[in-house]
């Protein structure tokens, strides 16, 4: 019976561990680089806030999530998004706001557990969003492609001690879109570096910074509250 006990606290400290990132209350903060085909720059600070609520849209599968760029309301409504973040999986809508918009067409952040070098695995994303800037008409669906390429360890600001990276490479490989993602995952804190290699040959580069309750957060900024 007690090694029962212990099996079942093992298995349920794994889930924890999986499943804490994005669906409790907490303020990731990015430094985000974006650069155009033309090589026009554009920095700023975004930050992700969740806030541990279930998405209206999809209150079975995804968690509410909101992109904001730094001095805005993360509460206006077109700010809403969501996650999956179950144990199993963890699949992130990336910002899509602004000349963000061509990370609809760049495989979304994701990772699934068990984690580990050299695992694969194709999503059916479905029917992406037509695009008149980019010619994709309605109708185009894709299949991102990922792979877990490396683990190494480094140390982090954040959490003052060298923690486990994950190096993932997402690819959408067809007629009309051609991009991909890299991405740097912790089981800690989540997606800590991401670049999105765009479709229109723009390229974005997200780092994390720091993160935040949401009372530390009301306190520094005054954006966010409870």
Known sequence: MKHLVLILLC???????????????????????????????????MYLACNGKTWVFDPKKQFSIGWVDEGKNVFLPNNNTGV?????????????????????????????????????????????????????????????HYTVEVKFEEYSDILGRTIDCY?????????????????VFNDELGFIRMEFNNTNKSITKMNLVDSFGWEQCKEKFGLFSL
């Open 11 to 45: 298995l349920l400290g794994n889930y924890h561990l999986h499943s804490q990132v994005y669906n409790k209350k907490i303020i990731y903060k990015y430094q985000v680089e974006n650069s155009s085909a033309e090589g026009i720059k554009k920095k700023q600070i």
């Open 167 to 183: 190096r993932i490479v997402g690819v959408i490989n067809q007629a009309l879109i051609k991009s991909k993602w890299i991405g």
């Open 84 to 144: 999956i973040d179950n144990g199993d999986t963890i699949w992130l809508h990336p910002p899509r706001h602004d000349i963000y918009f061509v990370h609809e067409f760049t495989p979304f952040p994701e990772v699934r557990f068990p984690i580990e070098v050299g695992k694969q695995w194709t999503t059916d994303f479905g029917y992406v969003w037509p695009s008149k800037e980019l010619n994709i008409p309605a109708g185009v669906k894709v299949k991102p």
